[in-house]
């Protein structure tokens, strides 16, 4: 029988935050308990005393007392609420490291394979001549920015580089990173500039965070609305596709049977029957297809799953 694996930095550190959490819920529910007590006590005690004038001595020190307790409750909820604010922070520095180390393991891979590159391009120039250099290889990758590159793909028709996939593997890596070290700093940062770099601020060009872009951290702390996993993000994208793909085969089928019944009919309208429509359809039931296998791979299925 094996035990559990050692919790993670960040699961140490969450557990930290609900803990710090119930902490102040425990401390504010004593408060407004004792406020309650104290208010019933307050709207009663002129009865008390007039029923019962042994037990009115004893109602002054009996409200002093709730007044005391729920003070000290209320302020022993205030003095955790910097722990939490610590907490968080100290889950979201903690998936900051582990994006870290993912984003050093990732540049690692692209500059490997930057190298690589480099020595096959510059055999195949020694051996053919005039082909094309390192830079402009390195130009061709950077001229696609890396938030549109996710996995296998295709641009403009044609199969996206591997240099291409990596080097949104790092950018990825990269705005997590920023995303999650802002946060922890106070900044409510919402956009990523042309340049990479994250903002505050909407416009000018910036592109606003999508579901994808948010740190798992910023679910489990609540920083995001309309939590979901990233798992559910998937089988979503996967559901889309799948709709996709049966509208376009709808297209492809009834654009099929009008060109069978022209064909069938034969003369002029046969001859003048226009199959750009029917081959344009078949060419966007294609690229669904491929959307569709490439979110079902996202999701761990394979291609004939989905």
Do not use: C
């Given at each position: ?11 140490t550190?969450?557990?930290?935050y ?8 425990t ?149 997590k ?28 060009g910036?592109?606003?965070f ?24 998937a ?72």
């Amino acid at each position: 029988m094996t035990g559990r694996a050692p919790q993670t930095p960040r699961e140490t550190a969450l557990a930290a935050y609900h803990e710090a959490q119930n902490t102040v819920a425990t401390w504010s529910g004593r408060a407004a308990s004792h406020r309650q007590e104290l208010l019933a006590l307050e709207s009663t005690a002129g009865t008390i005393a007039l029923d019962n004038m042994s037990a009115a001595a004893a109602i002054p020190k009996k409200l002093q007392t709730l007044r005391d307790h729920a003070e000290m409750a209320a302020k022993a909820s205030m003095a955790a609420e910097p722990r939490v604010a610590a907490a968080r922070r100290a889950v979201l520095l903690a998936e900051a490291d582990e994006w870290g180390v993912e984003l050093v393991k990732r540049q690692t891979t692209l500059d490997k394979h930057r190298a690589r590159t480099g020595e096959l391009l510059g055999a195949l120039l020694e051996h053919e001549g005039r082909f094309i250099s390192l830079q402009e290889a390195d130009l061709l990758v950077s001229s696609v920015p890396p938030d549109m590159v996710v996995g296998p793909s295709l641009l403009n028709g044609a199969p996206v580089l591997k240099s291409q996939a990596l080097r949104a593997a790092v950018a990825e890596a990269k705005l997590k990173v920023a995303i999650l070290r802002a946060y922890a700093d106070g900044r409510p940062v919402r956009a990523v500039t042309p340049q990479g770099e994250v903002t505050e601020t909407l416009g000018w060009g910036n592109r606003a965070f999508g579901p994808q872009d948010w740190p798992e951290s910023m679910y489990d702390l609540g920083l995001v609305a309309g939590s979901v996993s990233l798992r559910d993000q998937a089988q979503a994208n996967v559901d889309a596709t799948r709709r996709i793909v049966d509208e376009a085969q709808a297209v492809v089928d009834r654009l099929t049977a009008e060109a069978e019944a022209a064909a069938a009919a034969g003369g002029p309208a046969g001859a003048m029957f226009d199959r750009q429509p029917l081959t344009d359809a078949e060419r966007a039931l294609e690229l669904a297809i491929s959307y569709r296998d490439n979110a079902a791979r996202a999701l761990g299925l394979t291609p004939a799953a989905a």
